[in-house]
């Protein structure tokens, strides 16, 4: 399953530009499963491929592929958080579908 993550900064205009006024008080926001519109306006994006476990195995979830392209928020701490979050989508979808 792929799941998309895209990093949302509130101090860059439409047309992309960093705004000179970012600094302590600057906002940014990891948004999960991004429609069109919340894509355009992310300048960093992460997506994560995972396998859930199959029926026997552990509940580990294996990363198969992550792409990451754009900006430098996403870093070795985010990137746990968002291949967890990943993992935990994957649970969500899966008790969906068997309707646990």
């Known amino acids: 399953m792929a799941v998309g993550f895209g990093v949302f900064d509130a101090g860059r205009d439409a047309g992309g530009l960093v705004s000179t006024t970012q600094g302590k008080g600057e906002k940014r926001w990891v948004l999960v499963d991004m429609d069109g519109f919340e894509g ?7 997506t994560v ?24 928020v996403v ?11 990943a993992g935990s989508r994957w649970r969500e979808w899966r008790d969906l ?3 646990s």
Do not use: F, H, S, Y
Request: hydrophobic residues 30%; aromatic residues 0%.
């Open 40 to 46: 355009a306006v992310c300048g960093e994006e992460v």
């Open 49 to 72: 491929v995972v396998r859930g476990p199959r029926d026997g195995e552990d509940e580990r979830t294996e990363v198969l592929r992550i792409e990451k392209g754009g900006g430098g």
């Open 75 to 85: 870093g070795r701490r985010e990137m746990r958080e968002v291949v967890e979050l």
């Open 97 to 99: 579908v068997e309707g």
